[in-house]
């Protein structure tokens, strides 16, 4: 399985951004997909996850402000970030579960400016 995000750039404080990771490869069932970050110095945090039947988690920090979505069908998920804040500046990770087993995509930097 192989993960692509898209999405990244630099937003000012307030603003928005929609990232997408779309899942390729051989794929049988994805079970979760979704997004983790990794600030300078900081370690890496959970943002958002969905599961195939929609269910969500968030990191305490984005809840309220990001959604989490994923189209089955396209085998990608969705991570729309609103009223983002500069403590949201990180690299975010694809990340998906499937067939037991944890896949990583290449991470999208997000800068958000005061």
């Known amino acids: 399985v192989q993960l692509q995000a898209s999405g990244g750039g630099s937003v000012h404080t307030g603003g928005s951004l929609r990232l997408s990771c779309a899942a390729s490869?051989?794929?049988?069932?994805?079970?979760?997909m979704g997004w983790y970050r990794q600030a300078p110095g900081k370690q890496r945090e959970l943002v958002a996850l969905?599961?195939?039947?929609?269910?969500?988690t968030y990191g305490a920090s984005v809840k309220g402000r990001f959604t989490v979505s994923r189209d089955n069908a396209k085998n990608t998920a969705y991570l729309q970030m609103n009223s983002l804040k500069p403590e949201d500046t990180a690299v975010y990770y694809c990340?998906?579960?499937?067939?037991?087993?944890?896949?990583w995509g290449q991470g999208t930097l997000v800068t958000v400016s005061s």
């Open positions: 969905i599961s195939n039947l929609d269910s969500t």
């Open positions: 490869g051989t794929i049988s069932s994805i079970n979760f």
């Open positions: 990340n998906a579960w499937a067939s037991g087993r944890e896949y």
